[in-house]
Nanobody, 118 residues
Framework: QVQVVESGGGLVHPGGSLRLSCVAT????????MGWYRQAPGEERELVAT???????TYADSVKGRFTISRDKAKNTVNLEMKDLKPEDTAVYYCNGDRFGDNSDVYWGQGTQVTVSS
């Protein structure tokens, strides 16, 4: 059973930065896509950013230019660099691994809380 574990959440002031990391118990390159999603209270889970096995990235419009998804092959992690954070970025952030890219074999972490508040 593949497990993914997030880390790096916390409390930050508006305009601040955070870096989230996700480590998997299998090589991240065995996944067709890995990504970050978030869920705010009372809202549905939404896509933040994804990166495919060949390095193609996608971002939600709300985070373009502020967030960057990347991979660290040596550490087997997928990272999310978040800059210029806004209160509306407050949510639980989840790491996701989609083995075939069609949602037929998907793995989720437990989530890490990000709170942006003054």
């Amino acid at each position: 059973q593949v497990q993914v574990v997030e880390s790096g959440g916390g409390l930050v002031h508006p305009g601040g930065s955070l870096r989230l990391s996700c480590v998997a118990t299998t090589t991240i390159f065995s996944m067709y896509t890995m990504g970050w999603y978030r869920q705010a209270p009372g809202e549905e889970r939404e896509l933040v950013a994804t990166i495919t096995r060949i390095g193609t990235t996608t971002y939600a419009d709300s985070v373009k230019g502020r967030f960057t998804i990347s991979r660290d092959k040596a550490k087997n992690t997928v990272n999310l660099e978040m800059k210029d954070l806004k209160p509306e970025d407050t949510a639980v952030y989840y790491c996701n691994g989609d083995r075939f890219g069609d949602n037929s074999d998907v793995y989720w972490g437990q989530g890490t809380q990000v709170t942006v508040s003054s």
